[in-house]
C-alpha cells in the first residue's frame, strides 16, 4: 500500500532510547504510514536495532550511510519519501498513537498545508506545560492567506520570539509544498536548522492548522544534542553554526520576495550575517593573529553601513570598529562571547535547580 504520511527519523548513537521511539511509531494508529529510518553511521548498535524493527513489520525502512550530520540524514530521508505528507521524529523521543492520524484529519478537513500539534516537554524530573510551535487561540485554529502566515508565525520565528518555536516534530507537512521549493535543511547547521526548514515551509504556507493536544513527547536528558552542544561545543563550533544559520536566514527571505516588501528586515537580516561572521573568524582555531587580521579587513571591505541596518549601541559599536579599528574587534567580540556565556551558565544553574538538564 502506498504511504500517505513519511515520517523520518535521523538515528545516530541511541541505541538506549531508540526502542521506545520505534515502539512509538509502530503504534500509530494511522496503517498508511511510512517510517524511514536514517542511520547516520551509528557505532552502538542502532542499526541493528532499526533493522530489527523493519525486519517485522514492513512500514519500516532503513538507510545507511556514513556520519554526515542530521540535517544530511534528514536529507536523504526527504529523498526516499513517498508519501503526500511529510513528518519527522527524533530517535530518543516519543510519538502518541494518535500523532499522524490527528495531524492527518486536521490538515485534510481544514485544507491545510500545514498541521501542528502541542507537545510536551519532559525533562529527568519534571514535565513543562505543553509547548506550541504556533500561539492559538482556543484548542484549535487555523490560519488563512499567506499574509496572515507570515505576520503571525513566520516574521516571529525569524524575529527568535520566545511565542513561536520551531520544533521539527510536531508538524507534518505537505509534500507537494516542500517539493515545489525544494525545501531541504542546510548541511553545517547543527543547531536550529529546524527552525529553518520550519521558516522555508512558511513562505509558501497558504493555510495552516494547529490543534492544542500534546501528542508528542519531547525528552530531555543530560547527554542530548542540545544539552552538549551548549555545554561542552567550543566557541569555534558554536559561531560557524550562527554564522551559517544567519546566511539561511537572509537567504530565505530574498528567496521568498520578501526583501522587496521589507527592505529593513532585509538590512538587519544582512548585518547579522556580517556579525556572526565576524564572530566565527575571530573562533576559527585554524587562523593565525595575522591571518584573521587579513580576513576581518576582507569583512570590512565588504561590509557597506548603507545596506545594513545598524541600530542599537551593541550593533553601532561592532560597525564603528570594524570600520575604524579593526585590531580592537576580536577584543570586542570575545567580550561579548563571555557574556552570552555567563548567561547560558546562569540559565543552566536555574534549569539544575529545577531538575532539569
Not at 500517505?4 to 526502542?19: D, G, Q
Not at 525528552?219 to 552538549?228: E, K, Q, Y
Not at 550593533?315 to 570575545?334: I, K
Request: aromatic share 8%; net charge positive; glycine share 6%.
Amino acid at each position: 500500500m502506498r504511504p500517505v504520511v513519511s515520517v523520518i527519523v535521523p538515528v545516530y548513537n541511541t541505541a538506549e532510547r531508540l526502542p521506545a521511539c520505534l515502539e512509538s511509531l509502530r503504534a500509530q494508529t494511522l496503517a498508511a504510514c511510512e517510517f524511514i529510518l536514517v542511520d547516520d553511521g551509528s557505532t552502538d548498535g542502532s542499526l541493528v536495532i532499526c533493522r530489527a524493527f523493519a525486519a517485522k513489520d514492513a512500514r519500516f525502512r532503513v538507510l545507511t550511510g556514513p556520519n554526515g550530520g542530521v540535517s544530511v540524514a534528514r536529507n536523504r530521508g526527504l529523498d526516499a519519501a513517498r508519501g503526500d505528507w511529510i513528518a519527522f521524529c527524533d530517535s530518543d523521543d516519543r510519538a502518541d498513537p494518535a500523532l499522524y492520524a490527528t495531524l492527518l484529519g486536521l490538515a485534510v478537513r481544514e485544507r491545510a498545508d500545514l498541521a501542528s500539534c502541542a507537545l510536551r516537554d519532559i525533562g529527568p524530573t519534571e514535565t513543562k506545560p505543553c509547548v506550541l510551535d504556533f500561539p492559538i487561540e482556543g484548542d484549535a485554529e487555523t490560519v488563512r492567506g499567506r499574509a496572515n502566515v507570515l505576520a503571525r508565525f513566520f516574521y516571529p520565528l525569524l524575529n527568535d520570539s520566545r511565542n513561536v518555536h520551531g520544533y521539527l516534530f510536531v508538524n507534518l507537512f505537505r509534500r507537494a509544498l516542500v517539493e515545489a521549493r525544494h525545501v531541504r535543511f542546510r548541511p553545517g547547521v547543527t543547531m536550529c536548522e529546524d527552525e529553518l526548514f520550519v521558516l522555508d515551509c512558511l513562505l509558501s504556507v497558504e493555510a495552516l492548522a494547529v490543534v492544542r493536544a500534546p501528542l508528542y513527547d519531547y525528552l530531555r536528558f543530560a547527554a542530548s544534542a542540545c544539552s552538549t552542544y551548549y555545554r561542552k561545543a567550543g566557541d569555534g563550533k558554536r559561531e560557524r553554526n550562527w554564522f551559517l544559520r544567519a546566511q539561511e536566514k537572509a537567504r530565505l527571505f530574498t528567496a521568498g520576495g520578501l526583501d522587496r516588501e521589507d527592505p529593513a528586515t532585509a538590512r538587519r537580516l544582512s548585518f547579522l550575517v556580517f556579525y556572526h561572521e565576524a564572530q566565527a573568524l575571530c573562533c576559527e582555531p585554524g587562523l593565525s593573529s595575522a591571518g584573521r587580521l587579513r580576513a576581518l579587513l576582507g569583512l570590512r571591505g565588504r561590509f557597506r553601513a548603507a545596506d545594513v541596518a545598524v541600530s542599537g549601541g551593541a550593533a553601532r559599536l561592532f560597525a564603528a570598529t570594524l570600520a575604524w579599528a579593526v585590531p580592537l574587534l576580536p577584543l570586542l567580540l570575545w567580550a561579548k562571547r563571555r557574556k552570552d556565556e555567563i548567561a547560558r551558565r546562569a540559565e543552566h544553574a536555574l534549569r539544575a535547580r529545577r531538575g532539569c538538564p
